[in-house]
Structure formats: C-alpha cells, structure tokens
C-alpha cells in the first residue's frame, strides 16, 4: 500500500536514528574542541618537558585521555548513529618497555588520534551546516505565515528600531 506523501514526508522526523544523528552532529563541536585543547596542552606540554622526566608522565596521561576519547568517540557513533564499530583490541600490556611499544604501536592509537584531531574542524563544519540549515528552512517555513498574520512590515519595523549610529548611509 502506497503511504499518504505527508506521511512520508514526516516519518524522518519521528524516526529515533534521525535525532541521534542530530545528537551527534551537535555535539561534535564542543567534543571536537575539548579533544583538540586537550590534545594539543598534552602534546605541547609534554613533549618539551621530557626533557626533565616529567614529560614523559603528561605524554602518557594524554594517551590515556585520547584513548577515553577514542572509546567515547566509539560508544557515541555505535549508539546514537547505530554504527557496526569493530571492537577496539587493547594492546596487550608487556613489562616495562615491552608494554610502552605495545600501546604505541597499536594502529587504534593512531587511527583514534586522527580521528580525534579531525573531530573538531569536522565538528565545527557540521554543526554550522546544521544551524544554517534549521534558520534556512524555518524561514522559509515561516515565511507564509508571517504574510498571512499581515506582518509584511516587519522590515520596516525592525529597521526604526535600530540605532542610527548602526544605519548605513
């Protein structure tokens, strides 16, 4: 049986994996930003500081940040976009030095890493996209209304409400 066009048009917005994908558009801009500060101190800290030891602890407290990133990164895409992530295979973890290559070698660092650094310009893109977007379309929608309400003058209206000092001449 053919479906009513409204009822197609309106079933994406009463779909659930519509608003996760929304969720996580919306929220790849603040993630993006704090994996990139955090990522960036981290590396910017750390790797002059080795110098005196110490760097080598903030280097590996900002691997074990990018690698809860990696993981949250994960669980978000699995559930708000029903995504098919392969499991994340943990290096396994030698004694002493055996253990640090391990974890550096492991391609899920790196690719996590990327994925972290792209997040954010990304993250910022998507979520300008998504507000132009609604404001467009609202508009648009609004439109009709607006015409129909007699509320043709609202251009005229806002413009005296502006200060002069804001006016072009």
């Given amino acids: 049986p053919q479906l009513p066009p409204v009822v197609v048009a309106l079933a994406p917005f009463l779909d659930l ?13 603040p993630l993006g930003l704090a994996w990139f500060v955090g990522l960036v101190i981290g590396f910017a800290v750390g790797i002059p500081l ?17 690698w809860m990133a990696e993981g949250l990164e994960r669980q978000l895409a699995i559930h708000l976009l029903g995504a098919a992530v392969p499991p994340r295979l943990a290096p396994s973890p030698g004694n002493g ?5 391990a974890v ?7 690719k ?22 609604l ?5 648009f929608l609004l ?16 413009a005296t409400h502006v200060p002069d000092h804001h006016l072009c001449e």
């Fill in 50 to 66: 080795t110098i005196l030891w110490i760097g080598f602890a903030v280097l590996a407290a900002t691997i074990a940040f990018a």
């Fill in 112 to 133: 996590g890493l990327l994925f972290l650094a792209l997040r954010f310009p990304l993250g910022l893109a998507g979520w300008v996209f998504s507000i132009v977007s």
């Fill in 143 to 158: 439109a009709p209304w607006v015409e129909l309400a007699g509320w043709e003058d609202v251009e005229r209206v806002a």
């Fill in 17 to 29: 994996r519509t608003w996760g994908s929304v969720v996580y558009v919306w929220l790849g801009f």
């Fill in 97 to 101: 030095m055996a253990g640090v290559r």
């Fill in 104 to 110: 550096l070698a492991s391609s899920a660092l790196w």
């Fill in 135 to 139: 404001v467009v379309s609202t508009t």
